[in-house]
């Protein structure tokens, strides 16, 4: 595979899964203090990682489940941030300066708060509660955020008695990483002809629907216009009936992203309707890519973690393509701002 090093790949994502047990006791602890709630936050595309964890206890779990922007609730605060709450927090780099002045107020206001940082000699890593250190980069990190989220959610329905089988999901993702390497492995062939298509337009119109919209999401602003520099119109398939379609013409890019359960009806939806107006389609279907001891509702949850790994081999033939790495910035973290 172009670029790719399996070895370091599989020993982040080994790293990943294998943190599902000190989350569980983490949030475990946390519940039987009386925790009223529980936040999954973060600054930029970290934030984004979160929130397929945030809907899966928003659909399946009546405790009480925020997200949001550190940014925002640093200016505005939150009512609900208080005494005993449970903050989920990722920083890849751990030195994010909007995470960093969240965990100091959380902390103030006596919430818990549990880090996930790619170094554990860093703000995020020291002043954290607890510190879940899982080292990656900009490449793998993704897979290994929404796992290690999705392992907290999961924990609040058990210890809540809102799931019946989480010893068993949690025994199923353990083959994870094996998983996501037969995937690259699958897409690698098709990845170059992906990236001809990104490549091959001026901007696009990225969408998906569930939990994969957050990846469409992500990959738009965080892959393709910090990374690439080129322009996206991320939108979810549930909007798209609602503005976004009126840009739709002849040669206009629409990127699906579909993923699996209920809701990819809704990607569905966008799918029978661009072609019928000259737009130029392209998909990426988790359902497409089989996997090996991992059960329907297990794939339901980890598709944001398939698309991520699909979509990380279709950047690197990209980068090439256009000769822009994907390490390439003119501001972010450049200058002031």
Known sequence: ????????????????????????????AALKA?????????????????????????????????GGHTAELLAAGSANLKEGTLVIMPSLSGTT????????????????????????????????????????????????????????????????????NYDALIAEIQ?????????????????????KVIAGSDWHIVSGAGNVWYEAFYYGMCILEEMQWIRTRPIHAADFFHGTLELVEEGVSVI???????????????????????????????????????????????APAFLATMLERISAHLEVMRDHPLTTRRYYRRVEY
Do not use: C, W
């Open 256 to 302: 699906l992203m579909k993923g699996e359960g209920p809701n990819r009806a809704l990607a569905e939806r966008v799918e029978a309707f661009v072609p019928k107006v000259g737009g130029s389609l392209t998909i990426l279907d988790t359902k497409d890519y089989p996997t090996e001891g991992l059960s329907a509702e297990a794939r339901e949850l980890l």
């Open 175 to 195: 083959h994870l990483p094996r998983e996501l390497l037969r995937m690259k492995k699958a897409v690698e062939p098709k990845a170059e002809d992906y990236a």
């Open 97 to 164: 300066k909007e995470s960093v002045a969240f965990l100091e107020l959380a902390k103030e206001r006596g919430a818990k708060v549990v880090s996930l940082v790619g170094h554990a000699d860093t703000p995020l890593g020291r002043k954290a509660d607890h510190a879940i250190v899982n080292f990656a980069a900009d490449d793998t990190s993704s897979e290994s955020f929404y796992v290690q989220s999705l392992f907290a959610a999961l924990s609040v329905m058990k210890h809540r008695g809102e799931i019946d």
């Open 1 to 28: 595979m172009l670029n790719f090093d399996e070895k370091r790949f599989l020993a982040i994502q080994s790293g990943a899964v294998a943190t599902a047990g000190e989350l569980d006791a983490i949030v475990g």
């Open 34 to 66: 009386g925790a009223p709630n529980i936040f999954f936050l973060g600054t930029g595309g970290a934030a984004i990682l979160m929130q397929p964890a945030v809907e899966l206890l928003r659909a399946r779990s009546s405790f009480p489940v925020f």
